[in-house]
């Protein structure tokens, strides 16, 4: 059974950072684009970041380019996403997720196939 488990999210002031991770289990993605979506209350999912297979290429959000990095360790079947410099319009649940059918980066989430529980991610001003 394939399952996606985000965790390191919780609250933390503005300017503060946090470090998510998504980890995989129940078959290998190392093939596979991955990506971080989130979504605040009232609005709908918004594409954040996401990576290709082997980590060679990123794609950021505007509204996260330079305070977020998203990266992969194929060997832990884990992905991470380094968030610096937060903002108050960072709260959201943040969700993790897998696009079976492509390789490179992606960002529109119809691309994605699996995705995880979502971890809290809330930034006090």
């Known amino acids: 059974q394939v399952q996606l488990v985000e965790s390191g999210g919780g609250l933390v002031q503005a300017g503060g950072s946090l470090r998510l991770s998504c980890a995989t289990s129940g078959r290998t993605f190392s093939t596979n684009a991955m990506g971080w979506f989130r979504q605040a209350p009232g609005k709908e999912r918004e594409f954040v970041a996401s990576i290709s297979w082997n980590g060679g290429s990123t794609y950021y959000a505007d509204s996260v380019t330079g305070r977020f990095t998203i990266s992969r360790d194929n060997a832990k079947n884990t992905m991470y996403l380094q968030m610096n410099s937060l903002k108050p319009e960072d709260t959201a649940v943040y969700y993790c997720?897998?696009?079976?059918?492509?390789?490179?980066?992606?960002?529109?989430?119809?691309?994605?196939?699996?995705w995880g529980q979502g971890t809290q991610v809330t930034v006090s001003s």
């Open positions: 997720a897998v696009a079976v059918g492509w390789a490179s980066a992606q960002s529109s989430h119809w691309r994605y196939d699996y």
